[in-house]
């Protein structure tokens, strides 16, 4: 038996739910549409990405800061931390906000019906669900037909090929919010936002927390001077860093896990009560049967897609963390979700990854946004750039806090803003001006001329600009 729609999604998570919207939007209601998806509603974001690792973030920052307080005359708090408690308070936040936001809302779009299971491809048009139980072979005995598709299926943490390691009982960002109780020591494979995210979060819980990190230095997508000022601020919280590091093995004894580690500085036994793997991520496209679909991916399984988010199948699309691209973001997944709808009905739109900013939730954050100085000298021959301390920005001198830094890249043959990176508090929270000004080709003269509030973290992006033209040593508050 074939149910025939008007479109199909395979997936439930960021994009996946972008699109349905958008092509109800676009329809007016009158498409019908399947989504066929498995696990918790919502996928990667609400579940197991962005919002349990933030609620673990603020719960630690509010448990350490008390007893490290920024100000002079400010006594020492010790709060007292009930860790299965705290986390029982995430996963109810996780079940709130999937519901809310996920089931709730798609309860409200009587056009789209919800099918539980994995997808596979039988054709270019046709999936069938490979996960239920109503046959003996796993097969449902229905298929699912539409002349447009969208793939959105997202993907999962993946480990490396380490000896040793499937023996040994590790977690990953996906599992790690079943913990009911906190380790007291922690070793994190993986140098990234996922890993020093987690890493600051426990280490701020008063786990020991050691990182091992392949690359030369941590956030390697970061500027070296970023990079370098983050490490050493979480070194001064207590993390202990292994950089450039190989791990010859994995191994248990008792109740340890020993991660054998290979540096320039020679061998170190790691022990820990619990691992986190936090490598990189891994399609979940190996199901699909895409060549049935005549769709193809890269060498490990990520769709191509082009600027429409089309895939080599002209009527399959493709959007979200299971596509071949730099930045694996939910409200990227979102925007790539709304511009594949857009081209399935006939409504042309291109998805813009130059002005799409990325962050690290650590304290003090990462924000970034555009081109990076080497890749602008790299393009060009040459690249302007504005480099300012954190201590010249007022406002990070009130909250005693000016351990940062602010960079804005410029072309230097136009002036136009083409890139930023910053390393400051909240700087999740004002990368976007940043963003703007990439993407609507603003100049720094362009942001010097708008008047900012004072005394803001923002006004740092202000002050940076009028870096590029002058002394900001020899500047007064406010000057314009």
């Not at 498409?31 to 690792?53: E, H, L, R, Y």
């Not at 933030?54 to 931390?81: N, Q, R």
């Not at 409200?108 to 919800?114: E, I, Q, R």
């Amino acid at each position: 038996m074939t149910q025939k729609f008007d479109d199909i999604i395979i997936g439930r998570g960021a994009a996946a739910f972008s699109a349905a919207i958008k092509l109800t939007e676009i329809s007016g209601g009158e498409d019908s549409i399947a989504m066929i998806g498995s696990g918790p509603m919502g996928g990667t974001c609400v579940n197991v990405g962005c919002v349990p690792s933030k609620y673990l973030l603020e719960a630690s920052h509010s448990l350490y800061y008390p007893a490290h307080p920024l100000f002079t005359g400010i006594g020492k708090t010790h709060p007292k931390l009930d860790f299965g408690s705290m986390m029982s308070g995430l996963r109810e936040l996780v079940a709130r906000q999937r519901r809310d936001k996920y089931e709730t809302v798609i309860d409200g779009y009587p056009n789209v019906s919800v099918f539980e299971g994995k997808a596979r491809f039988i054709s270019p048009q046709e999936v069938e669900i490979i996960s239920r139980a109503e046959s003996n072979d796993g097969h449902s005995g229905v298929t699912y037909a539409a002349d447009r598709i969208l793939v959105a299926t997202g993907s999962r943490p993946t480990a490396p090929p380490i000896e040793g390691l499937d023996a040994v009982d590790y977690i990953t960002s996906d599992t790690v919010w079943n913990l009911n109780e906190r380790p007291d020591r922690l070793t994190v494979i993986g140098g990234g936002a996922i890993g020093l995210e987690l890493g600051q979060a426990f280490s701020h819980f008063g786990t020991e927390v050691s990182v091992v990190e392949s690359m030369p230095r941590i956030m390697s997508q970061a500027d070296g001077d970023i990079s370098e000022l983050l490490q050493r601020r979480l070194e001064s919280e207590g993390m202990k860093f292994y950089i450039k590091a190989r791990i010859n093995r994995v191994r248990k004894k008792g109740d340890e896990q020993i991660t054998e580690v290979i540096t320039a500085a020679g061998r170190s036994e790691v022990r820990s009560d619990a691992l986190l793997v936090a490598t990189g991520r891994a399609p979940n496209t190996e199901l699909l049967n895409l060549e049935a679909a005549k769709v193809a991916t890269d060498s490990r399984g990520f769709i191509k897609t082009d600027s429409s988010m089309r895939t080599t199948n002209p009527s399959i699309y493709a959007a979200g963390d299971c596509i071949s691209k730099k930045l694996m973001l939910e409200t990227l997944a979102g925007r790539e979700g709304v511009v594949a709808a857009s081209n399935m009905l006939g409504h042309p739109m291109q998805i813009d990854y130059a002005a799409a900013p990325w962050a690290v939730f650590t304290s003090p954050q990462i924000a970034a946004v555009g081109l990076t100085e080497e890749e602008v000298t790299r393009m060009l021959g040459s690249c302007s750039v504005s480099s300012l301390s954190l201590d010249r920005v007022p406002k990070a001198g009130i909250l005693n806090d000016t351990e940062g830094l602010v960079k804005l890249v410029a072309n230097p043959l136009n002036n136009k803003i083409v890139g930023a990176q910053l390393l400051a508090p909240l700087a999740t929270e004002y990368i976007m001006e940043a963003a703007t000004a990439v993407k609507l080709g603003l100049t720094y003269d362009d942001i010097i001329n708008t008047t900012h509030v004072f005394p803001t973290l923002a006004e740092s992006i202000k002050i940076a600009s009028q870096a590029f033209v002058r002394d900001v040593e020899t500047m007064s508050c406010c000057v314009e």
